[in-house]
C-alpha cells in the first residue's frame, strides 16, 4: 500500500480521453484523465460512474439537462443514462467506476480503450 498524490500522477500524462488506473477496491478502480472537447454519446448498461472535477470545468450532457462540475465537484451518473463529457478547455478528472466499466459503454469507437495502463 502507498499513498497516491494526484498531481504527480497527473504529470505522467498529456493526452487527452485516456483514462489511467491510479487505485484499485473491492472490485473498483480509480482513474484520472485529462479531457477536451466532446466525448461519444453512451451508456453504462450496468455500472454507474462517478466523474470528480480535480481542475478546470465538465460539462456532463444528458438528455433532458447538462451537468455544469467545477473543481472539487463530482457528479455520479447512474447505470442506463446516456451521457457526454463535454469540456470546452482542459478538464482534470478522477473516475471511480466498476473495473468492468468501459470507457464509451455501448458504444464502440475511436475513445474506445480497451486496455487501461496503471501508473
Known amino acids: 500500500m502507498e499513498k497516491v498524490n494526484i498531481n504527480e500522477k497527473l504529470s505522467l500524462f ?3 480521453w485516456n483514462p489511467r488506473i491510479v ?3 473491492n472490485g473498483q478502480q ?3 484523465a485529462k479531457i477536451k472537447g466532446e466525448f461519444v454519446w453512451h451508456k453504462h448498461d450496468n455500472e ?3 466523474f470528480y472535477v480535480i481542475k478546470g470545468i465538465l460539462k456532463i450532457e ?3 439537462k447538462t451537468v455544469l462540475l467545477k473543481e472539487n465537484e463530482f457528479f455520479i451518473v447512474s447505470k442506463g443514462v446516456e451521457h ?3 469540456a470546452d ?3 482534470s478528472i478522477l473516475l471511480f467506476e466498476p473495473n468492468t466499466t468501459l470507457n464509451t459503454g455501448n458504444t464502440i469507437d475511436a475513445f ?5 495502463e496503471k501508473i
Open 48 to 50: 454507474d460512474e462517478l
Open 14 to 16: 498529456s493526452d487527452y
Open 112 to 116: 474506445t480503450k480497451n486496455t487501461l
Open 89 to 91: 478547455e482542459e478538464v
Open 84 to 86: 457526454r463529457p463535454v
Open 23 to 25: 487505485g484499485e477496491l
Open 30 to 32: 480509480v482513474k484520472l
Open 62 to 64: 444528458l438528455r433532458d
